[in-house]
């Protein structure tokens, strides 16, 4: 249409510019007539030219739109896909929040629960501690009551310094003040099979009936100033039970079951292979009687098995290059040899069971009962170079690059 109507208004021009005269003329030459039609047909020519570029404009313009119109329209179809799924999206996210609304009911629920079932525990676990004391209360009823000085000797049924109950097990008879069985009385409970533990490692199966007093914080006389001995005139255990974990945190992190076991284990000895009466003279042999009572009560035994305390269950800190270090601290400075090595501290029986742990795994079990078994007829050296084949002096320098000393 627009293409039409340009042609018609370039004809009305030529035409125009035909027919009308120039202005001051009534009439033109013939030269003057063809200069007038070049001039049109120039003009003709310059407006077809922009007509056509005009078409072309024009044609751009429309696929432009129309690519456009195809952008719009697939805008408009992914818009509505969009919409679909956010509307798709906003349906599921309500379901999950209804989900998560059920659930908080549910969880609000179950924390009730709980809540009631925390309680009635706690009201079970103080009904068991009241049986359980009522028990004691019983049990320390019934049980037979006896009477020592304080160093728990000239025992009496009648009268005494110290008030005693007596608790047979098939392995030990073991004495309780009353403040002392409040706290400790698991151990009749645990003391057999604890034993039993403790005596397999000296060979020893022939466990006779050894006597072990525990107190609290009570007045008894003992020989050494620690939280256990062992008195082997009387063949009496001692645990002192103030001392121990975790009452006291000074050297000692072993409870009373660790003290118990210790000092049993020293019974075992005395009982088996008696390697502190028995050893050649002028031997020195606490390094091996101390280190392997504590590598018993420290290391063998695994005192979560038994029915202990939670709060009664030793923290030990079995690290052996740790409590080398430790001892070293406390003055054990000159480990060159056995009889260096100071005897007057607790902390230097990490040292102790140290040397026992290097024996156990350097030579083996059997070794070592062997060479306690040596011991009474040999020197330390000598019984080392028959059973180890090692001197004094290379046992040491062992022991020590095993610690990286």
């Known amino acids: 249409m627009k293409k039409k109507l340009l042609i018609f208004l370039l004809g009305f021009v030529l035409l125009f510019s035909l027919s009308t005269p120039t202005l001051g003329a009534s009439k033109l030459s013939k030269a003057q007539l063809e200069a007038k039609v070049t001039q049109v047909t120039k003009q003709v020519k310059s407006l077809t030219d922009q007509v056509k570029s005009l078409n072309s404009q024009i044609k751009t313009l429309t696929d432009k739109g129309k690519a456009k119109d195809k952008e719009i329209a697939g805008l408009k179809s992914s818009n509505s896909a969009k919409d679909k799924t956010i509307s798709s999206q906003k349906t599921q996210l309500g379901k999950k929040d209804n989900e998560v609304k059920s659930l908080k009911v549910k969880v609000d629920n179950q924390q009730k629960d709980l809540e009631e079932a925390s309680t009635t525990i706690d009201n079970q676990k103080d009904l068991i501690k009241q049986l359980q004391d009522e028990l004691k209360k019983t049990q320390l009823k019934n049980a037979k009551v006896v009477y020592t000085d304080y160093d728990t000797k000239n025992m009496s049924d009648s009268s005494g310094q110290m008030k005693w109950y007596e608790f047979k097990t098939k392995y030990a008879t073991l004495y309780f003040t009353e403040q002392s069985y409040t706290k400790y009385s698991y151990l009749v409970d645990i003391s057999d099979d604890l034993l039993k533990d403790a005596a397999s490692y000296y060979g020893f199966s022939n466990t006779t009936n ?33 001392m121990a974990y975790p009452n006291s945190y000074g050297p000692y992190d072993e409870s009373v079951p660790v003290i118990y076991a210790h000092e049993m284990a020293h019974a075992f000895d005395d009982a088996s292979i008696r390697l502190a009466y028995s050893v050649s003279p002028g031997t020195k042999i606490r390094w091996l009687s101390e280190g392997m009572a504590t590598y018993v009560s420290r290391y063998l035994i695994e005192y979560p098995k038994y029915a202990i305390p939670e709060e009664h269950i030793p923290l030990l800190n079995n690290d052996f290059k740790f409590r080398i270090s430790e001892a070293i601290k406390e003055g054990a400075s000159n480990l060159g040899s056995l009889d260096s090595i100071p005897d007057d501290s607790h902390r230097h029986y990490g040292i102790y069971e140290s040397l026992i742990h290097y024996v156990e795994t350097a030579y083996g079990h059997q070794k070592l009962l062997n060479f306690m078994q040596e011991l009474k007829s040999k020197d330390m050296n000598s019984a080392m170079q028959t059973i180890f084949g090692v001197s004094e002096e290379q046992f040491m320098l062992g022991w020590k690059k095993y610690y990286n000393l």
């Not at 914080?217 to 039970?241: A, C, D, F, H, L």
């Open 210 to 242: 050894i006597s072990a007093f525990i107190v609290y914080n009570e007045p008894i006389i003992m020989i050494r100033n620690g939280p256990g001995e062992y008195q082997s005139q009387t063949k009496t255990v001692m645990v002192y039970g103030s």
